[in-house]
């Protein structure tokens, strides 16, 4: 089956993508490269903070292409018609794909100056940070708001419904091991029982969300006191109203890199550009206008776009001995039984 969807849509999938750089494949002897990404309000940031000023320091164009779709990046590269130069997504694709549909790019870019949790593979450069964690609601904890993931676990202490993101890919195992007093550092390998166990011990206060949507219109509609999720899209919904606080005392990092699919057409501008937004000037331009963090050792905003994201930095809790980075290639490899266990627990 996976042979005949290959042979018929192969060609079709490489003539999509080449289609959107005809155009600048056509325009005089201007060098270009092609970056993959997650499109939407993170695209836009990163216009300002690194593409565009990228543009005019080099002279090269930036080709934008989103979604992230890593099953076109590696049909690409079996046909040998590659025409994506960077790509950034999730730290286990870079696991999984490395020295396969992946360049091995360690010799050509310095990571000493990273963060060295965030260095996880020779195929991968650490983009940037964004957190997982809980939000509470200002209004319902005027006086003494939660501190602690064992106190959004407390419906006593701090009553009302919890939503939570229902899926075992995200990391509802580390919040109740970290609410149940596991140590940041003794995390994996996950303790799916003793999670679970947690987790059940709030199950009539939970209300799941699917989408990051759905978590911004829950925060926005204020309809439940707590949540947990995505630190960029709880954040974006501060920006737009929502009367939510971050909790940053105890964090779940999560991280993205940039990669060169192999056979990358314009493979020395990726090197270029993956330099120059990874600097430290780039990043700090990225992290004082979007709520991601830095991977860039000493980065450090000075101003930030506005004071919701300032209140709420990624980089706040870096320091802090309950923050917690995962662990991507324990996660790898045990995608099937996280997402598993968490849908037979949900579903019972």
């Not at 939407?40 to 080099?58: D, H, N, Q, S, Y």
């Not at 939510?244 to 964090?251: E, H, I, K, L, M």
Request: glycine share 8%; charged share 20%.
């Amino acid at each position: 089956m996976k042979n005949a969807w290959f042979s018929t849509n192969a060609a079709g999938i490489v003539a999509g993508l080449a289609m959107l750089v005809a155009g600048t494949a056509a325009s005089a002897q201007q060098r270009t490269l092609v970056y993959m990404n997650s499109g939407g309000v993170l695209l836009e940031a990163e216009r300002a903070a690194f593409i565009e000023p990228f543009e005019k320091a080099t002279g090269i164009k930036v080709v934008t292409v989103s979604p992230v779709d890593m099953a076109k990046i590696q049909t690409m590269v079996r046909v040998g018609q590659t025409n994506v130069d960077v790509v950034q997504w999730n730290p286990e694709q870079v696991v999984v794909n490395c020295g396969k549909s992946l360049e091995n790019i360690r010799a050509d870019i310095d990571v000493s100056v990273f963060q060295p949790q965030y260095v996880v593979s020779e195929c991968g450069v650490p983009a940037a940070t964004f957190i997982h964690t809980f939000f509470y609601k200002k209004s319902a904890f005027p006086q003494n708001p939660p501190k602690s993931w064992a106190d959004f676990f407390d419906t006593t202490k701090f009553p009302g419904k919890r939503a939570v993101w229902n899926s075992g890919l995200g990391t509802n195992y580390e919040q109740a091991l970290l609410a149940d007093g596991v140590s940041p550092k003794d995390l994996y390998p996950l303790d799916f029982d003793k999670a679970l166990a947690k987790w059940s011990s709030i199950r009539g206060d939970l209300q799941f969300w699917s989408t990051p949507a759905q978590l911004v219109q829950l925060m926005q509609e204020g309809s439940v006191p707590l949540v947990s999720g995505w630190g960029p899209a709880a954040t974006q919904a501060i920006i737009k109203g929502a009367e939510y606080q971050a909790f940053t005392g105890s964090p779940i990092y999560l991280f993205n890199q940039y990669m060169v699919p192999k056979g990358a057409p314009n493979k020395a501008e990726a090197i270029e550009f993956i330099k120059f937004a990874t600097s430290a000037e780039s990043q700090t331009r990225l992290v004082s206008s979007y709520p991601e963090g830095p991977t860039r050792i000493g980065v450090e905003p000075k101003e930030f776009a506005n004071p919701i994201l300032e209140a709420n930095y990624v980089g706040k809790g870096l320091d802090s001995p309950g923050a917690a980075t995962i662990n991507p290639s324990w996660r790898l490899e045990h995608q099937d039984e996280m997402a598993k266990k968490w849908t037979d627990w949900a579903t019972r």
